[in-house]
RNA sequence: GCCGAAGUGGCGGAAUUGGUAGACGCGCUGGAUUCAAAAUCCAGUUCUCGCAAGGGAGUGUGGGUUCGAUUCCCACCUUCGGUACCA
């Protein structure tokens, strides 16, 4: 008996498919375009596991169909080379991340092969290549040049704006920028370059200005929020702080307002939308300046709420506010001193998630509130950001949830100001209600009160109103190696210049140091020879982040080889944008949000002819592992690392220990209940983790110190319970599994169908091979469709039947509508049903078939291509038509009703399909199944949805 | 904390616009085939009461709207994603 054999199959389709690049893909004015996109890859070391390929295999159905339907497709892959994890590995092997990463990236390639992909792999990028970032430097080097416009309402030259400066100062400069002061045209012109430069800084839409950075000082480097767990370093737990830095930044905020308005315009799930809109935070209020008692500043809030002002019974300032310093009392100073050693080992994240206790701390100094000329303390407070806003509030406790606990906390005085009497269920944050105790707005109405406070502000020069947005402007600066290098040098004045496009790319210079500088500069500023050019300049020493790269890649794959551009016009012409866009939910706000702004920006350029990158977006579920994780003690004792079984550590709450990853693979029954290290495993993991060497491993048996069991009692084994949860499945988290071993023993096509099998695409699921036996089942049965036992095709010519037509047709309709709806996983199903009807029919006839070897051809490529070829055809199936639903196959006579009687089912009935509503009344309640359940009550309604199902009400 | 999503049999899931809850598949049970096993095929399989016929309950929890709710509304619980230097 001649079985269907996969990897012989699959393997000389493959080649095939590369001997006559059938998915090369060229600009072809005489077909209507499709872009197809998948989520770029960062190409991990732990390669490509199995919750990658379910978008792309996705994405590659939708490419195949569309193919088939007609349509010129673009469907590219390439590599986010650049990041963090590459560097990390090099400083713990020392292995160069140009190494590592072609590594990685070489066995990505090979496992997404493996996955018969359509991708037109000529147009490959990887963004760590000179001929790649070159042009993401050259897009830098225009943002830098360029400034945002508000009366164009788009990124003008910077050259023009200095032609102005010169005429007349900025004056009239309508601006989205953050300038200082004001000057004239010939204050403009006697300012030195220095101050000129700085000035355009407040402008630019690539500018620097000083951030704050994760700074370990252990470790010497500085980290990510995704290095750092619960307020100590991941890796050793260290304690990290703040510190400023003068940095790189993107005025993103610049294109906020159309960022918001555009998403009108595009197909995205409105939950992702709503996420963007949140993200860019768009607020309505006023900036108002209070002044300090004996002191010449001013403190600039930015309130939503400029009604409740006279409620304002104090100022809280974020510690990291720059007038800290200079307005702390002696007498408060210790304390201030030491609340800021306490800020400074806060995460962002836990500053804002904090609700349970506030904390704060007196300044000692007063401010006047500008409309009552009330004297109010001013505070300083974890809970106020230095980065939203103003870094400063007015608080007003009566208003206001932080603000309320806050003073009920530190005893400061609350006035009720706004009276909600009026509007039960009204929630503290909604705009009602009458204004009392609140000077000349008392008994206005609060959007009354709002617009006469701001008209007051503004005639009397205290402020204005304005609009604020949450999203901040872009960290654009990483101190480290792994990235674009800035195109960027410095003079002996410290004025930045950006390169022209002749001296691009600044290409990465070889190193074979990673770690940062003692001050925390990058590795670069080691490089002393590359740091200093020969003509007196220095060069930028921070690199990109990894969303440069990854903000217009989708463009570079119009024109990957282009020399003389970023894309060429007339190819971006064609291709214009993404049509389809399949990428995890994890990238709805950071990246999806600095692609939009760069193509945006190119758009103001004219370099690209959409407002908008993206047309369509799906958001694929997450394929989830389990994270395995042993519970250190966040308090060593006499300087010992305790790690702490995790059934013991339960006894004294998650707060006192960091979760230290683990890989799956030393966990005895990982993903239960009862998941554990044993001996083995505990030495595995002090093997892999060396710092971990002489830590303290404390479970219900004893202790196991340096691989050594210190039993208590009798106890023979230790046995170290771990902590294990759902979720994402990452290198970081050392739990991959990959899909290499699965395509081995069930075939590429068997594994295709299998994910989307799994359910619906945008769900989360943790991965399981259950069940992958019955899609490798219809495989088989799919293959004995047109084979007989022998080998043999069983395919005549004869013509279908009218049941082989309707199943045909009903499974050409499913499919179609299926796949347009994105629904792959019920496609599947409906194969099935289609394969296991078909069955019983004794030969299958030559129309079927072939219809049916084309509905299949985008799910399982090769398996198609081998039918077709059997069933005749020279070409490829992939160059096919997709068959035409035909209707008529599925005309029915007769329509099955179910009838319900108050809504529960209770019998069923078949009316003829042209039957008039009375009609099929009139039958039902004469039917006996029906009659004994009406028996002796009165018939109150009798609903009939025609073709649907009948209610009866009784009662 | 905040923003977003999900929750349906033992398991993955289906039900597209408010109209037969559990399609399709896994698993399980029984049977056929086989010396035996694998493979294959056939039948059954939400829970519960009942020999059966036939009832009752049922889509995370609690309410509501409706002739009718997995689907709409309100409140809550749990899990996942994001939270600005993982990508």
């Known amino acids: 008996m001649q079985e269907y054999n996969h990897s012989e199959i699959e393997q000389k389709w493959r080649q095939y498919w590369e001997d006559h690049q059938t998915y090369r893909v060229e600009e ?86 493996q996955l018969g992909f359509s991708f037109d792999w000529s147009r490959e990028v990887r963004t760590c290549e000179p001929g790649y970032y070159k042009w993401t430097q050259w897009i830098f080097t225009q943002l830098f040049d360029h400034y945002y416009d508000l009366s164009d309402n788009k990124a003008v030259p910077i050259s023009k704006l200095i032609s102005t400066f010169d005429q007349s100062g900025n004056a009239d400069v309508h601006a989205f920028a953050t300038p200082s002061r004001d000057f004239t045209a010939a204050e403009w012109q006697s300012f030195d370059a220095k101050q000129q430069a700085e000035i355009l800084m407040d402008y630019r839409l690539a500018y620097r200005r000083i951030g704050y950075v994760n700074w370990c000082e252990a470790l010497g480097t500085v980290l990510a929020n995704d290095q750092i767990k619960d307020g100590v370093s991941e890796r050793g737990g260290h304690p990290v702080e703040k510190r400023a830095m003068t940095q790189w930044y993107l005025r993103i905020t610049a294109y906020a307002e159309r960022m918001l308005n555009d998403l009108a315009q595009i197909d995205w799930s409105e939950s992702l939308k709503t996420m963007q809109v949140n993200w860019i935070g768009r607020s309505e209020g006023a900036a108002v300046f209070f002044d300090i008692v004996d002191h010449s500043a001013q403190i600039e809030v930015y309130t939503t709420r400029p009604d409740t002002i006279f409620g304002a019974t104090f100022m809280v300032l974020a510690p990291e506010h720059p007038y800290v310093q200079q307005i702390t009392t002696d007498d408060q100073r210790e304390e201030v001193d030491a609340y800021l050693e306490y800020v400074k080992s806060r995460s962002e994240r836990d500053r804002q998630a904090e609700v349970k206790t506030v904390t704060g701390t007196f300044t000692g100094a007063y401010a006047i509130n500008p409309l009552n000329k009330a004297k109010v303390p001013i505070w300083i407070a974890e809970y106020v950001l230095m980065d939203y806003g103003t870094g400063a509030i007015m608080a007003v406790p009566s208003d206001d949830e932080r603000d309320q606990k806050f003073s009920e906390k530190f005893g400061i005085e609350i006035i009720d100001v706004v009276d909600k009497s009026d509007y039960p269920g009204a929630g503290l944050h909604d705009k009602v209600g009458k204004m009392i105790n609140s000077g000349f707005i008392t008994g206005m109405q609060v959007p009354e009160a709002i617009e006469a406070v701001c008209q007051k502000v503004e005639d009397e020069q205290l402020g204005s109103r304005q609009v604020n947005f949450k999203m901040r402007d872009a960290n654009f600066s990483r101190q480290r190696y792994w990235g674009e290098p800035f195109p960027i040098v410095y003079d002996d004045a410290d004025i930045a210049h950006v390169l022209p496009i002749a ?89 999806l949000m600095y692609a939009r702004f760069w193509h945006k920006f190119l758009y103001d350029l004219q370099l690209v002819p959409t407002a908008e990158p993206f047309k369509k977006l799906i958001n694929q579920g997450m394929i989830q592992g389990v994270i395995e994780s042993v519970l250190l003690d966040k308090d060593p004792i006499d300087g010992k690392q305790r790690f702490v079984c995790a059934k013991l550590a339960a006894a004294r709450g998650d707060a006192d220990f960091a979760r230290i990853p683990v890989k799956i693979e030393f966990v005895n029954d990982y993903g239960s209940d009862e998941s554990h290290l044993d001996l083995a495993g505990i030495q595995k993991f002090i093997d892999w983790r060396s710092t971990y060497q002489d830590a303290i491993f404390e479970c219900i048996e004893g202790e196991v110190i340096n691989g050594v069991f210190h039993p208590r009692e009798n106890a023979v084994s230790p046995t170290f319970y771990t902590h294990s949860e759902v979720g994402k499945m990452s290198k970081s988290k050392y739990n991959v599994i990959n899909p290499d071993d699965v395509i081995n023993r069930y075939g590429t ?80 199903s409906h194969f099935m049903v289609a394969v296991n009807q078909l069955r019983a029919f004794k030969t299958q006839k030559r129309a079927i078939a072939e219809a049916l070897t084309i509905l299949l051809a985008p799910f399982a490529p090769h398996l198609a291509e081998e039918l077709w070829q059997r069933l005749g055809h020279l070409a490829s199936v992939h160059q096919a038509s997709f068959p035409t639903f035909e209707a008529e196959h599925l005309v029915v006579s007769e329509i099955s009703y179910p009838i319900s009687i108050n809504g529960k089912k209770r019998a069923e009935a078949s009316f003829a399909a042209n039957a008039s509503k009375e009609d099929v009344e009139r039958e039902a309640l004469a039917l006996d199944s029906i009659q004994k359940w009406i028996d002796g009550k009165t018939v109150r309604k009798v609903i009939v949805v025609p073709k649907r199902m009948i209610n009866i009400v009784v009662g």
């Not at 892959?77 to 590592?100: N, V």
């Not at 290409?507 to 074979?512: A, G, H, R, V, Y």
């Not at 219809?778 to 082989?804: A, H, M, Q, Y």
């Open 28 to 113: 072809d004015e005489s077909k209507t375009k499709y872009y197809v996109l998948d989520m770029f890859p960062y190409p991990s070391g732990a390669g490509l596991h199995v919750g990658h390929p379910l978008g792309y295999i996705a994405s590659d159905i939708y490419a195949r169909y569309k193919r088939l339907k007609g349509f010129n497709v673009l469907h590219p892959m390439g590599y986010d080379a650049f990041g963090l994890p590459a560097e990390q590995y090099a400083i713990e092997t020392g292995i160069h991340p140009a190494k590592s990463t072609s590594q990685n990236i070489d066995r990505y390639r090979k496992q997404l092969s």
């Open 503 to 591: 001296e691009l790319p600044v290409e990465l210079p070889p190193s074979d140091d990673f770690t940062p500088t003692a001050a925390g500069e990058s590795p670069l500023a080691r490089m002393k020879d590359w740091v200093a050019l020969p003509n007196g300049m220095k060069r930028e020493t921070d690199t990109m982040p990894a969303v440069a790269g990854s903000s217009w890649y989708y463009l570079r794959y119009m024109d990957p080889h282009n020399d003389e551009s970023f894309v060429a016009t007339e190819k971006v012409n064609y291709w214009k944008d993404v049509d389809l866009y399949i990428g995890g939910a994890e990238h709805a706000v950071s990246h």
């Open 749 to 828: 096509d068997c594994f295709r169908m299998y994910e989307m099998f799994l359910g619906p695409l945008e769900n989360s699921k943790p991965w399981d091979t259950n069940g992958i036996d019955g899609v490798s089942k219809f495989i088989k049965k799919c293959w004995r469709l047109f084979f007989d036992l022998e080998g043999r095709l069983t395919v005549s010519d004869e013509n279908p039947s009218k049941d082989e037509l309707r199943i045909l047709h009903q499974t050409i309709k499913k499919v179609e509508e299926d796949i347009e709806r994105h629904s792959f996983n019920t496609c599947i």
